[in-house]
């Protein structure tokens, strides 16, 4: 979420530059192979592949969409808050952006790549303009409820389930839609892919999925707002000893949690415990971790570089899903499902290399992103400045 220029909070940029990362880590898993269908305990074989995919899972699956959640959140807070500082009216400027980012996830979704999150961003946005105006504590508790009773629910039914009907486990895995994926990315015509994208969307889209997502994206919205209200990252020299000893309790309780499933060889709930709670424990303990070390002067020089790739954040989410479905679909170089984990972890590292490089060099001539600007200036009705 772009806020003004004036008075930006560095940090938050570089939080984004990360969550981009971590992003595209994860999504680079379903770029290249049917994710949705497999099983990713038996569909990889070398030690390398099955290191590097434990690796993504433990350390970024589940974490980077609600990181950038809580960030979305703060950036609509901030955006409220400097708003109604200036005197303006702040809900036809937040209902434009909203509906102009779910134009963006809509083209994203149904022409280029079928995990799209700006979708869901925009509707959930919607409904946290009705939370916009409480106050920090109130949203931070109300989301830190709405996230952890519901997920517990979920939890207790998942075990539940693995108990009394064993098999429903192992159905979620289908080869032969896997199969079908493979052959019609790999070298189905433009109106195959079309169709096979709009099944893989509506797959994950679907009224109970959205249930889940609500309660897993929406809290974080809320936290993040909640956090923005409070001046937590405008006030990380005074708040620094709690958000040290924070940064640590949720790092150790979340790589816990993220570890069970290999810990206890669990199954489905397992698996659900580990994205749903360690995941998202994981994300504030990453946010934490750049807050502490950006609010040095060493710390910032360090992480510098990843704060052009966060004030761009849209631009280069949007490029990773065109430059990566044109590398695999068979509209481009057709390589779906001939590259590993291991591979396509190196071109993640590769790609993202180029954007940082991108980003600074961009970023030190213009004012905002290519699509950062257009959002910009639909939310605003009037071109916005282009270079400085």
């Not at 830190?144 to 009907?165: K, R, Y």
């Not at 580990?274 to 934490?288: E, S, V």
């Not at 057709?334 to 600074?360: H, K, N, P, T, W």
Request: hydrophobic share 50%; proline share 3%; aromatic share 18%.
């Amino acid at each position: 979420m772009d806020t003004s220029k004036t008075n930006r909070i560095i940090s938050l940029d570089m939080m984004r530059g990360f969550s981009i990362f971590g992003i595209f880590l994860v999504n680079m898993l379903s770029f290249h192979s049917p994710m949705l269908y497999l099983n990713p305990a038996t569909w990889w074989g070398s030690p390398l592949d099955k290191g590097s995919y434990a690796l993504i899972d433990i350390f970024a699956q589940g974490s980077f969409y609600p990181l950038f959640s809580l960030l979305f959140g703060y950036g609509l807070v901030l955006l409220y808050e400097r708003t109604v500082g200036r005197g303006n009216a702040f809900m036809p400027i937040a209902f434009r952006r909203l509906g102009v980012l779910l134009v963006f996830g809509m083209v994203h979704a149904f022409f280029i790549w079928h995990g799209d999150i700006l979708i869901n961003y925009a509707v959930f946005g919607f409904l946290f303009l009705l939370f916009i105006r409480g106050t920090g504590v109130g949203m931070t508790i109300t989301g830190g409820l709405m996230w952890f009773i519901p997920q517990l629910i979920f939890c207790f039914l998942l075990i539940i389930t693995a108990l009394f009907m064993p098999e429903l486990e192992s159905s979620i895995y289908q080869v032969e839609m896997a199969k079908h994926s493979i052959e019609v990315y790999q070298s189905g015509s433009f109106a195959e892919i079309f169709s096979q994208r709009w099944n893989d969307w509506s797959m994950v889209n679907n009224l109970g999925n959205g249930i889940i997502m609500l309660f897993s994206i929406f809290p974080f919205f809320l936290i993040g707002g909640g956090a923005a209200k409070l001046k937590w990252m405008e006030r990380v020299t005074e708040l620094r000893r709690p958000l040290t000893v924070s940064f640590f309790l949720f790092f150790f309780l979340g790589l816990f949690l993220k570890l069970c499933p290999y810990i206890f060889q669990g199954g489905l709930a397992f698996e659900y415990i580990q994205d749903t709670f360690g995941g998202p424990l994981l994300a504030i303990a990453y946010a934490l971790a750049i807050a502490l070390v950006a609010d040095t002067i060493r710390g910032k020089r360090l992480l510098r570089f990843l704060a052009p790739v966060g004030q761009m954040s849209l631009s280069n989410y949007l490029f990773q899903s065109s430059i990566s479905t044109t590398l695999f679909y068979s509209y481009g170089f057709g390589l779906y499902d001939q590259i590993s984990v291991f591979s396509g972890s190196l071109l993640v590292i590769v790609i993202f290399a180029v954007q940082v490089i991108f980003s600074s060099y961009w970023m030190k001539t213009h004012q905002f992103g290519p699509m950062e600007w257009v959002w910009r200036s639909a939310t605003y009705q009037k071109w916005q400045r282009w270079k400085k």
